[in-house]
């Protein structure tokens, strides 16, 4: 392991606005209240790498909480020392591994879900692992309140067309959904945000999809 990313890791120990593992247990359900201090609405960013579209719908919505989740401390430490040294204090960032979620948060505690640019595991044998599979689907439909909406932005053509068949087979209420979302109607400030790995993604000419679906019947 290089020093750079040791010293990260050391760093982002110290943090106030990131808690791992079963830190964030005591928070379960009370996340708003306890955590935040506010009765405020709760939005997760999940595999949120370096925290660029967490802290950045933080920025825009200073009446909202956001939780960027991810495994890798050494990725979490960038978008959360970005926040502290900006004062954005509505958003933190939990490291676990997502197939535990609900340990973390109660049934209906959250208002909204982003999945932005996740491993879209190509493989076949490796479906159970992508994040808007079946498995995940229904941990998400524990997790958000009545007319609580899921966002998918990713580069990767497989994955948008799975998660669009999904959606279908599960008679989920789809509300939008796009193939090239810079070029549609759809790219307001929100959907603007722009990640590390979409900078290079458009750089490349990369379309860029996105959907957004929620649970509750069409």
């Not at 999904?166 to 959904?177: R, S």
């Amino acid at each position: 392991m290089g020093k750079d990313k040791l010293k990260r890791f050391a760093e982002v120990n110290t943090f106030s606005n990131v808690l791992q593992l079963d830190e964030g247990k005591p928070f379960n359900g009370q996340w708003s209240k306890s955590f935040f201090k506010n009765n405020n609405p709760l939005v997760l960013e999940l595999a949120c790498g370096k925290g660029e579209y967490a802290v950045n719908l933080a920025r825009l919505f200073p009446g909202k909480n956001f939780i960027g989740i991810d495994y890798k401390g050494n990725r979490i430490w960038r978008g959360a020392k970005t926040a502290l040294e900006d004062g954005v204090n509505n958003v933190a960032f939990l490291r676990i591994q997502i197939e535990t979620i609900l340990d973390y948060f109660a049934p209906g505690e959250v208002n909204e879900i982003w999945i932005t640019f996740p491993d879209p595991q190509p493989q076949v044998s490796r479906e159970k692992k992508r994040l808007t599979s079946p498995r995940f689907l229904e941990k998400y439909k524990q997790l958000l309140k009545p007319g609580g909406a899921v966002n998918l932005k990713t580069d990767n053509d497989d994955l948008h067309a799975y998660t669009s068949e999904k959606i279908n087979e599960l008679n989920l209420n789809l509300h939008i959904k796009t193939e090239n979302l810079y070029h549609s109607e759809f790219a307001d400030d929100v959907l603007s945000i722009k990640t590390y790995y979409e900078k290079k993604y458009l750089k490349d000419n990369k379309n860029i999809n996105y959907l957004k679906f929620s649970f509750d019947q069409p």
